[in-house]
């Protein structure tokens, strides 16, 4: 059974945040062809009095309703995404509904049993846009539809979780879906430094959510669980995690897939990946003032500032042994493309990159540096990379670690390119990830045709192995390497004999594997994919379908 109507719900709707946004913009196109289903996307209206690029207004659209509720309180912007297929969106302005927070509140303790007592933070803004997007799903759905059409509402991760609850008590005859892409308390437990894999058996999500105060998010994220028609996440790992921690098995796996469209073919590939490598060799040679050589292996990591979820503190460790060994006979380039708190590129290397210099003797100040930091004494990854001796000072080392702390979007100042245009000049990606209940950086990497390195804690990591039969190796395009608890240094040990053996293969065993990753990650297409989320539909509306 297929909905006539969806509505996908999520905070990063027309609001380029994180993995979530990549998941719905890639999704949109794939679910736009099947034409029985109307795909409407709801996010938060962000931008008053600023153009949202990623938004363009339509004052024709459903102009009916919109002049029907010129009298409720919220207020809505209707138009279209765009992204690949341009879907119909509604983004909606949540500021009015600050005054019925405490009812709202009661009404999800009273029904729900939600815990919204401890909230602090982003809880207030979240769990009220979920609720002004409740009133306007309903409205919506009073003024266009009936019972007689088959209507589907997917609410994601914990900022949209009270829309769905709020349509589970006024509008059952919707079918709802709650999809999990992390959950609150797996993610706190990895981020404050607890061992979540040795004693996972052991943890109770509720008594965690006390000791490490994040009561108020764990609550809506389980209750939204617990009282939807369909839960959902997005790999075998999180699905585990969701059992030991929010107490309920999961319906349907939704893997994070991805469009081929984004990834350039032919001579165009073969262009761009050599105008990325060339580039960023050239801010690797004004930067440090070394000699690189054209032939240097150029590695990356890329994600979120997350040094122990993500995997860069062991990525750096992994840098520094590479420094120290003696095996190592060619120059490694080791970018890491990490946004954090940065405002511009820096003016002395802008001036070096302006001249037709192809090499320079003297290392700028910082020679590892390639924005402004804001916070340049407490940037996680700055200090690490001072403390552990990878900043580039002597010049001496065959290992030269380039920390580029921005969003590239084409007008960083350095780079002034996408970060995929970028991406595409990697040898080689690591994302030696503690905590990744997907991951797309590595899938990413993949799809671009690099061999890439991750791990069985990240759950593309473990859909590789599934693939394969086996445990992925580098020979198959992408390494899954064993991490858990205890293993810390000796997973930095084995990445880094990873590496220079990878420094050493002929040019002919490099395109093999290239051609290798690439095949494998084909089979993440979401012409693959989507079957799953089609099962999730149907098991939402058989649910609201026994309800009418």
């Given at each position: 059974m297929l909905p006539d109507y969806l509505f996908e719900i999520s905070w990063e709707v027309c609001?380029?945040?994180?993995?979530?946004?990549?998941?719905?913009?890639?999704?949109a196109e794939t679910l736009s062809k099947i034409e029985s289903i109307n795909a409407v996307y709801i996010g938060p209206d962000l931008w008053e009095g600023k153009e949202n690029p990623l938004f363009t207004e339509d004052k024709r659209l459903w102009k009916k309703w919109?002049?029907?509720?010129?009298?409720?309180?919220f207020k809505?912007?209707?138009?279209?995404?765009?992204?690949?297929?341009?879907?119909?969106?509604?983004?909606?302005?949540?500021?009015?509904?600050f005054g019925e927070k405490e009812e709202f509140y009661y009404m999800l303790w009273?029904?729900?049993?939600?815990?919204s007592l401890h909230a602090y933070g982003d809880y207030d803004d979240s769990v009220l846009f979920g609720y002004a997007v409740g009133r306007v799903i309903e409205s919506f759905y009073k003024f266009h539809l009936s019972e007689k059409d088959n209507v589907v509402v997917q609410a994601h991760e914990w900022q949209s979780g009270s829309a769905a609850l709020y349509l589970k008590k006024n509008l059952p005859a919707v079918g709802t879906i709650f999809t999990t892409h992390a959950t609150s308390i797996g993610r706190s437990i990895a981020s404050n430094g607890k061992p979540l894999?040795?004693?996972?058996?052991?943890?109770?999500?509720?008594?965690?959510a006390d000791e490490l105060n994040v009561q108020s998010k764990h609550s809506i994220e389980k209750q939204s669980a617990h009282n939807v028609d369909c839960f959902t996440t997005v790999s075998e790992l999180t699905a585990m995690e969701c059992k030991q921690l929010i107490e309920r098995d999961i319906d349907v796996i939704l893997e994070n897939g991805f469009e081929e469209d984004f990834v350039p073919t032919g001579k165009e590939f073969d262009k761009r990946r050599a105008e990325a490598r060339a580039l960023r060799l050239r801010v690797a040679r004004a930067l440090t003032g070394s000699t690189i050589s054209d032939d240097a292996l150029i590695i990356g990591i890329g994600g979120r500032m997350e040094m122990r979820n993500k995997g860069i503190d062991m990525y750096l460790e992994t840098m520094a042994?590479?420094?120290?060994?003696?095996?190592?006979?060619?120059?490694?380039v080791a970018f890491i493309d990490v946004p954090a708190w940065s405002d511009y590129g820096r003016g002395d290397l802008?001036?070096?990159?302006?001249?037709?210099?192809?090499?320079?003797?003297?290392?700028?100040?910082?020679?590892?540096?390639?924005?402004?930091l804001c916070n340049f004494n407490d940037d996680a990854i700055a200090v690490s990379i001072r403390r552990m001796g990878l900043a580039n000072y002597d010049g001496k080392g065959r290992v030269k670690v380039i920390y580029v702390p921005c969003y590239l979007k084409g007008n960083d100042g350095i780079f002034d390119k996408d970060y995929y245009d970028i991406l595409i000049g990697n040898d080689l990606s690591i994302y030696p990830s503690y905590y990744e209940p997907w991951g797309y950086t590595p899938l990413e990497s993949a799809a671009f045709h690099i061999p890439t390195i991750t791990t069985n804690l990240a759950g593309f990591g473990l859909w590789v192995n599934s693939v394969l039969g086996r445990r992925g190796t580098l020979s198959d395009g992408v390494e899954v390497v064993e991490r858990n608890d205890s293993n810390y240094f000796d997973a930095a040990d084995v990445i880094t004999k990873i590496i220079c053996n990878f420094a050493q293969i002929s040019d002919k065993e490099v395109v093999e594997r290239r051609q290798k990753v690439s095949k494998l990650a084909e089979k993440a297409l979401?012409?693959?994919?989507?079957?799953?989320?089609?099962?999730?539909y149907d098991c939402a509306l058989k649910a609201a379908s026994d309800r009418k």
């Open positions: 609001n380029k945040v994180g993995g979530i946004y990549t998941v719905l913009s890639t999704k919109r002049n029907s509720i010129v009298d409720e309180k809505v912007r209707c138009g279209h995404w765009e992204i690949p297929g341009r879907p119909k969106v509604i983004l909606v302005d949540f500021d009015e509904f009273d029904n729900f049993k939600v815990d894999y040795d004693f996972f058996e052991g943890y109770n999500g509720d008594q965690m042994r590479l420094n120290a060994c003696e095996e190592l006979t060619r120059d490694v802008q001036k070096r990159l302006a001249t037709t210099d192809q090499e320079w003797n003297t290392p700028l100040a910082d020679p590892y540096l390639t924005h402004h979401w012409k693959h994919f989507i079957n799953n989320y089609l099962r999730a």
